[in-house]
């Protein structure tokens, strides 16, 4: 993982958006990218969940990761509420359950959950359910979360910019200038 985090360091510094505030997270960042990228390479669904407050970045980052200018095989990627089930009436164990079986038959590779959003939204209900989603959490530090503060000015612009460097990632992974025995 020390030559995945080296990457990550370098691509923050050639960035020329101004991304410096990354340099101390990306410690906090390579274990969660690594792991999605090892899951994006076993073939696994990536499913886009937001709360509503940020379903305009889910909309980016699914056009985004699956550009027609990238270079690259377009990637499983799908937005949760493209699934013929409404978010947010999934409020019980039972209706969890249920769906996590649609999921597990629609997608028979996996599936990982990417979750940008609050901790207290009735969305998250269904991700923390799902061992290995990778989340952007809003005004609260958890464990296995990438922490963003919903208050920060430049929080949209943060939110750019990460897709950004995860979009290389899977860039540098895919060219192989990153392997998988570099992700840990």
């Known amino acids: ?18 991304m410096s505030w990354m340099e101390e997270k990306r410690f906090e960042w390579v274990p969660l990218v690594s792991s999605a990228l090892k899951n994006i390479l ?14 305009w970045y889910g909309n ?10 990238k270079n690259r095989p377009f990637l499983p990627v799908v937005k949760f ?3 013929s089930c409404n978010i947010d009436d999934i409020n019980t164990k039972e209706k969890i359950e249920i769906v996590e079986d649609m999921l597990s038959i629609s997608f028979p ?17 269904i991700i923390n359910h799902h061992e290995g989603s990778f ?13 963003l503060n919903s208050s920060d000015e430049l929080l949209d612009l943060k939110l750019i910019q990460l897709t950004k460097l995860f979009d290389k990632s899977i860039d540098a992974v895919l060219s192989s200038e990153i392997t998988m025995e570099n992700l840990g």
Do not use: C
């Open 1 to 18: 993982m020390q030559k995945f985090l080296k990457w990550t360091l370098e691509a923050i510094r050639k960035d020329e958006s101004l």
């Open 42 to 55: 076993q073939g696994q669904t990536v499913i886009i969940l937001t709360d509503k407050e940020r379903e």
């Open 60 to 69: 980016y980052l699914s056009k985004t990761l699956n550009s027609f200018e």
């Open 81 to 83: 509420d493209g699934l």
């Open 109 to 125: 590779n996996g599936y990982m959950f990417f979750y940008v959003g609050k901790n207290n939204s009735i969305r998250t209900k």
């Open 135 to 147: 989340s952007l959490i809003l005004d609260e530090q958890l464990q296995n979360s990438f922490y």
